[in-house]
């Protein structure tokens, strides 16, 4: 059997990488450097550069192709979810793992509510602290597998398993998601707070205080509590909020050393998923009655607001119970 890859950016290259220790894998990318450079060089230095890729991995710029794969790995950014799926050849019902982070713009929707408006193929999603480098490097590595058939969330464990990349199976599908989604604004936050120079203290409490926001909100959205305090949730919070290597914090790092989004943003090949998510956090929270006064504060930044006005309206909240 043959397992499909959606996505030839660092993330979907590093599962590829994974999986191809155990399946051959055939990768969809829609950038025609990127296919030729693995099939001819074994590498994607567009994404992924300085990472050898197994044989096993073929890359394609056919997405028809797909249809040879019966088990498909979803990579592309969360914003282009629908349309990606769209036109994929879905006739042969495969099973589809979702490893986007991140909430529609518009409908507000979770991937997997995204992915269900498009087809009724079974679904899990994969979420967690993983950094697609180490995961191709074969650091080992633990993250979660949600689905909600109690048939399939096993059988996708034992299929998808690798010695180094360890799957922690929850029934949670909405509680992997949000952690995965909150997580990157709340990345960016703590970018925001290093390159601002506002101190280790300040960082750890956005770290305490947006974690509280990912369990109201997921709470709000019908999570479980112990979802959210596992890998995809505080695990992943943790991951990003503490290193540069994570693509959402260092364009909280460069907004709060006075850069424009516009400018840490625009013409970036990579993804950095909080600075779209951010502004839907917020109109989700809104429309579930939730307070989320970091992820307002991201978002803000985002559109352009001062820093020290920000800073300034977090610090002048009202003081609450914890
Ligand atoms: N890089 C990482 O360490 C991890 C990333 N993820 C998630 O995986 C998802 C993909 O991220 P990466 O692979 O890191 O991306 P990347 O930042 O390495 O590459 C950007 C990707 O976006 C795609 N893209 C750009 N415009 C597009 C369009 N109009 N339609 C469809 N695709 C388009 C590119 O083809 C490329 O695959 C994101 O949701 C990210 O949060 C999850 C875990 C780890
Ligand atoms: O989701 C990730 C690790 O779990 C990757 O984070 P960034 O997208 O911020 O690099």
């Given at each position: 059997m043959t397992i499909g890859v959606i996505g030839g950016g660092a993330w979907g290259t590093a599962l590829a990488q994974a999986m191809a220790s155990g399946e051959d894998v055939l990768l969809w990318a829609r950038e025609p450097q990127v296919v030729a450079d693995i099939n001819s060089a074994r590498e994607n230095r567009s994404f992924l550069p300085g990472v050898a890729l197994s044989a096993r991995v073929a890359a394609t710029d056919d997405i028809a192709r797909l249809a040879e794969a019966d088990l498909w790995l979803v990579v592309c950014p969360a914003q282009h979810l629908r349309a990606v799926l769209g036109a994929a050849p879905l006739a042969h019902r495969p099973t589809l793992v979702l490893c986007a982070k991140g909430i529609e713009a518009g409908s507000?929707?979770?991937?997997?509510?995204?992915?269900?408006?498009?087809?009724?193929?079974?679904?899990?999603?994969l979420s967690g602290p993983s950094f697609a480098g180490e995961?191709?490097?074969?650091?080992?590595?633990?993250?979660?597998?949600?689905?909600?058939?109690?048939?399939?969330?096993?059988?996708?464990?034992?299929?998808?398993?690798?010695?180094?990349?360890?799957?922690?199976?929850?029934?949670?599908?909405?509680?992997?998601e949000i952690g995965g989604a909150v997580k990157n604004v709340l990345a960016i936050g703590c970018g925001v707070v290093e390159g601002a120079g506002l101190g280790l203290?300040?960082?750890?409490?956005?770290?305490?205080?947006?974690?509280?926001?990912?369990?109201?909100?997921?709470?709000?959205?019908?999570?479980?509590?112990?979802?959210?305090?596992?890998?995809?949730?505080?695990?992943?919070?943790?991951?990003?909020?503490?290193?540069?290597?994570?693509?959402?914090?260092?364009?909280?790092?460069?907004?709060?050393?006075?850069?424009?989004?516009?400018?840490?943003?625009?013409?970036?090949?990579?993804?950095?998923?909080?600075?779209?998510?951010?502004?839907?956090?917020?109109?989700?929270?809104?429309?579930?009655?939730?307070?989320?006064?970091?992820?307002?504060?991201?978002?803000?930044?985002?559109?352009?607001?001062?820093?020290?006005?920000?800073?300034?309206?977090?610090?002048?909240?009202?003081?609450?119970?914890?």
């Open positions: 507000l929707k979770l991937m997997a509510e995204v992915a269900a408006d498009v087809c009724d193929a079974p679904l899990a999603v995961v191709a490097r074969g650091l080992p590595t633990a993250i979660t597998l949600a689905c909600a058939d109690p048939v399939l969330g096993p059988a996708l464990v034992q299929r998808l398993v690798r010695e180094r990349l360890r799957l922690y199976l929850t029934d949670d599908v909405v509680g992997a203290n300040a960082r750890a409490a956005l770290i305490a205080r947006g974690f509280a926001e990912m369990l109201r909100f997921g709470i709000a959205r019908g999570a479980r509590a112990e979802t959210l305090g596992g890998l995809s949730g505080l695990g992943d919070l943790v991951l990003t909020c503490t290193s540069t290597n994570s693509r959402n914090f260092s364009v909280g790092v460069g907004l709060g050393q006075g850069r424009s989004a516009a400018e840490l943003l625009g013409g970036s090949a990579t993804v950095a998923e909080g600075a779209a998510t951010a502004p839907v956090v917020v109109a989700a929270a809104r429309a579930a009655g939730v307070d989320m006064p970091i992820a307002e504060a991201v978002a803000d930044l985002l559109a352009g607001a001062p820093l020290a006005d920000v800073v300034e309206a977090l610090l002048s909240r009202p003081l609450r119970e914890e």
